[in-house]
């Protein structure tokens, strides 16, 4: 087994020889993350447009229904300035979405991480909410089991990245775009 590296692709290829006449096969080492992220470059360079949504995108951009981001935020616990702070978040991560909405590969890894951070906050988060622990433990546990996470997977699969450059704000503002979509509560309200 010998390896190549095609520096101009950044990819591991492993040459494997079966056989006298198969030839060689080629196993890729990027994932599917790395993948879009390189693609999302190619498709801003080139300026090829997306004009539909992502049948997995329409899912989060939907509202559901439900509380508002701010009185669920105040419900869990949040101080005003603190609201006021998570809204600014929100907001410019909205803007974000809204500008990289016509590329196909960035709806796609909006997409995924919406998925993430969903399951990792229902998974780590919303037990402690059950159980009715402090705002700041939550909050503490969002950093470490659902923005931290999230972060560490766009930092590496990401690492080729020219376009969406998301940093932990952003990650925030999926967090707080995710509660006024009414995705995520910040309170057992089943409770009440």
């Known amino acids: 087994m010998s390896q190549q590296v095609d520096n101009n692709e950044n990819q591991i290829q492993n ?3 079966i056989g006298e006449n198969q030839g060689p096969i080629y196993l890729s080492k990027q994932t599917r993350f790395s993948k879009r992220f390189e693609k999302l470059n190619k498709e801003v360079a080139s300026d090829e447009r997306y004009e539909g949504i992502m049948e997995s ?3 989060y951009l939907t509202k559901l229904d ?3 981001m701010p009185t669920k935020l105040e419900d869990g616990g949040f101080k005003k300035n603190e609201i006021i702070e998570a809204t600014r978040k929100k907001e410019r991560y909205a ?3 809204e500008l990289n909405r016509f590329f196909e590969s960035a709806q796609w890894i909006d997409s995924q991480l919406f998925g993430k951070i969903k399951m990792d906050f229902e998974a780590f988060v919303l037990p402690l909410i059950n159980k009715g ?3 700041d433990e939550i909050f503490k546990e969002v950093v470490i089991k659902v923005v931290q996470p999230v972060l ?3 930092n590496v699969e990401g690492e ?3 376009v969406l450059n998301y940093n932990a704000d952003d990650i925030f503002g999926m967090v707080y775009y ?3 979509q009414c995705h995520l509560n910040w309170k057992d309200y089943d409770s009440l």
């Open 133 to 135: 622990a402090s705002k």
């Open 15 to 17: 040459q494997l020889n």
């Open 66 to 68: 439900g509380i508002d």
């Open 178 to 180: 995710l509660t006024g």
């Open 57 to 59: 995108l329409k899912y």
């Open 152 to 154: 560490d997977l766009i």
């Open 95 to 97: 803007k974000k979405l």
């Open 160 to 162: 080729c990245d020219e």
